[in-house]
């Protein structure tokens, strides 16, 4: 069996071990006789997997008591139109300040809900970077102001927490949550899709502090109600239980590596590894300003395009697979998610040179 380096955007490369333990565990769950894909998610083994990840997630993320964390179905496009739901009162604005694709479907799911207000953009530019804070048009009466903290597609992070005064901060953590240390105290509500940094694809995280939560609209479904969510332990209906179940796994192994100050680390080698290439030739480049790079989604392009395919073949050839940029901006794009090894990304290195000096 090999495995190749997998650059996939999402879902994502996950840790070899963790693939290893689902594999052994699958048929017999510790011991229950029966898999835990077909234990109920009100029985005893299921409700310790569950209690346990949110405590290891709490304790790795460092979340305040006074926030809430749910597990839920229906991925981060499903968050991004119940935050209108459960948080904006009829007629009141939010704010939605643009850095990437992310951000605009963010702001397309909630039209239907809310006076959604763009209070920045950098699309005009192509988003190659964060409007600078002082140029936001924030509204002062906006139940929340929306941001995508990284843009997987156009690779333009977030690197600072903006301050927005007295309206709460929501952000999108899909592609980068669990992959540094973060201050949730800063924001009103996080959330994020697990199949990037933490497990398969079927559930996603929302942070939310308390105090924000029990005021959905009367038209919002039981199911995505967050305070109902929040009241019945993410179980008010049946939760994705084998993804949680992984992501517990994947919450255990990034303790063994040293919590998050090690992943990120970790994650700022690897991308330095890569944009440190990138400044030193002019045959491939990077789009995006250099103060929002992304650590986790790094999109590069060859000024001459018609290599892209044989670009693509060699990297296949030689056991990197993925590498391939989104349909909508082209090129290529290595996403280097915790568990993608520092090795992957020499690898990535060393053949980015070879083809320079064999195609250049
Ligand atoms: N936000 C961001 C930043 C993403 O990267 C993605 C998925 N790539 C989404 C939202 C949408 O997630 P999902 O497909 O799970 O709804």
């Not at 997997?49 to 809430?68: C, F, N, Q």
């Not at 948080?87 to 397309?108: E, R």
């Not at 952000?171 to 924001?187: K, N, V, W």
């Not at 590596?257 to 970790?266: F, S, V, Y």
Request: aromatic share 10%; proline share 6%; net charge negative.
């Amino acid at each position: 069996m090999t495995r190749a380096y997998n650059f996939s955007a999402g879902p994502a490369t996950l840790p070899e071990s963790v693939l290893r333990q689902a594999c052994d565990e699958m048929l017999d769950f510790r011991g229950a006789g029966a898999s835990i894909v077909e234990l109920s998610h009100r029985g005893a083994e299921f409700m310790e997997v569950a209690a346990e990840a949110e405590v290891d997630l709490r304790a790795l993320m460092s979340i305040p008591d006074d926030y809430a964390v749910l597990f839920l179905s229906g991925g981060a496009t499903t968050q991004q139109a119940l935050i209108a739901l459960n948080f904006a009162q009829p007629g009141q604005p939010a704010d939605y300040v643009l850095t990437g694709h992310w951000g605009k479907t963010a702001l397309k799911q909630v039209k239907p809900y809310v006076a959604a207000n763009v209070a920045a953009s950098s699309e005009a530019g192509g988003f190659r970077g964060i409007p600078p804070r002082a140029e936001w048009r924030l509204s002062p009466d906006a139940a929340y102001v929306h941001i995508t903290a990284n843009e997987t597609i156009h690779g333009v992070e977030f690197r600072d927490i903006p301050e927005t005064g007295d309206v709460p901060l929501f952000a999108d953590f899909s592609s980068s949550i669990a992959s540094e240390p973060l201050d949730i105290a800063r924001y009103g509500l996080i959330y994020g899709g697990a199949q990037k940094n933490v497990g398969p694809a079927g559930v996603t995280m929302v942070v939310v502090r308390d105090d924000l939560i029990g005021q959905a609209l009367p038209i919002t479904p039981s199911a995505f109600d967050y305070k109902i969510q929040a009241d019945n332990d993410s179980m008010f209906n049946t939760p994705p239980t084998y993804t949680i179940y992984i992501a517990g796994l994947v919450f255990n192994w990034i303790k063994a590596q040293g919590g998050l100050k090690a992943m990120e680390a970790h994650n700022r080698k690897k991308a330095a590894v890569l944009y440190d290439h990138l400044e030193t030739t002019s045959f491939f480049y990077n789009p995006v300003a250099r103060d929002d790079r992304s650590l986790m989604n790094v999109p590069f392009k060859l000024r001459d395009e018609s290599l892209d395919e044989a670009f693509l073949k060699g990297a296949q050839a030689r056991g990197m697979v993925q590498l391939k940029g989104h349909r909508s901006v082209g090129g290529m794009r290595a996403s280097i998610y915790n568990a993608m090894p520092i090795e992957g990304v020499v690898a990535l290195v060393e053949y980015m040179k070879e083809f320079e000096v064999s195609h250049g």
